[in-house]
């Protein structure tokens, strides 16, 4: 039975993160700034960047989800689930502001999703340790790229850059916590591999 109602739950997560109709439990840190006057390419470019973090979210979901699924420890497995909470504080937020802006999620998200799953089960299946330090490569690449986006954003644009500040500091709390756990380093070659599915990625969501 718990198993079942695992898979219900993973099943309703999955929907409700595809379907970007997700609640955060955090007030997003763009509430109470003002909207900025920008023209049509500042918008488009700003809603072209929260996409790509929108889409950086729904595959967090995924990963966390698959990874927490198959832990070997249940220590291990809390900290993925209460890691996965956090992160849909985040997938909230950038849905939120995706509608602010004019836009909408990645037309690929079930794709991102399902992807993102299977590397998630893949990780799990080689143990907690390099689950974990999966998570730790994962968050350091995301923080870089978090951080290339607040030099990227039009400087006018004070809420997206507000949430693209606060998931910069959530990320690097969940790779410090997964190291605290006893994450074992990701190899090189596995390192390049997941910059350059992140780059496909990336530069995909940033139009569709």
Same mark, same amino acid.
């Given at each position: 039975?718990?198993?079942?109602?695992?898979?219900?739950?993973?099943?309703? !997560?999955?929907?409700?993160?595809?379907?970007?109709?997700?609640?955060?439990?955090?007030?997003? %840190?763009?509430?109470?700034?003002?909207?900025?006057?920008?023209?049509?390419?500042?918008?488009?470019? !700003?809603?072209?960047?929260?996409?790509?973090?929108?889409?950086?979210?729904?595959?967090?979901?995924?990963?966390?989800?698959?990874?927490?699924?198959?832990?070997?420890?249940?220590?291990?497995?809390?900290?993925?689930?209460?890691?996965?909470?956090?992160?849909?504080?985040?997938?909230?937020?950038?849905?939120?502001?995706?509608?602010?802006?004019?836009?909408? %999620?990645?037309?690929?998200?079930?794709?991102?999703?399902?992807? !993102?799953?299977?590397?998630?089960?893949?990780?799990?299946?080689?143990?907690?340790?390099? !689950?974990?330090?999966?998570?730790?490569?994962?968050?350091?690449?995301?923080?870089?790229?978090?951080?290339?986006?607040?030099?990227?954003? %039009?400087?006018?644009?004070?809420?997206?850059?507000?949430?693209?500040?606060?998931?910069?500091?959530?990320?690097?709390?969940?790779?410090?916590?997964?190291?605290?756990?006893?994450?074992?380093?990701? %190899?090189?070659?596995?390192?390049?591999?997941?910059?350059?599915?992140?780059?496909?990625?990336?530069?995909?969501?940033?139009?569709?």
């Amino acid at each position: 039975m718990y198993f079942l109602d695992r898979l219900i739950t993973d099943f309703d !997560s999955a929907l409700r993160t595809m379907a970007a109709v997700s609640v955060a439990r955090r007030p997003s %840190p763009a509430a109470g700034l003002a909207e900025s006057e920008m023209d049509t390419k500042e918008r488009r470019h !700003s809603a072209g960047l929260m996409r790509v973090n929108h889409v950086g979210e729904v595959c967090a979901q995924a990963l966390y989800q698959a990874q927490a699924k198959f832990a070997r420890s249940d220590s291990v497995r809390e900290k993925f689930l209460q890691a996965g909470q956090e992160e849909e504080d985040h997938l909230a937020w950038t849905a939120q502001r995706l509608q602010e802006l004019g836009s909408h %999620p990645s037309l690929l998200n079930p794709l991102w999703y399902t992807g !993102s799953y299977l590397l998630g089960t893949v990780a799990a299946a080689l143990g907690d340790a390099r !689950s974990l330090g999966f998570v730790v490569e994962t968050e350091r690449q995301v923080e870089a790229h978090l951080n290339l986006h607040m030099g990227s954003l %039009p400087s006018k644009d004070m809420k997206s850059l507000a949430i693209v500040a606060q998931m910069s500091v959530d990320e690097a709390a969940h790779g410090a916590a997964a190291k605290d756990l006893g994450a074992q380093r990701v %190899p090189p070659l596995t390192q390049k591999t997941m910059r350059a599915m992140a780059k496909v990625m990336t530069t995909t969501a940033y139009y569709i």
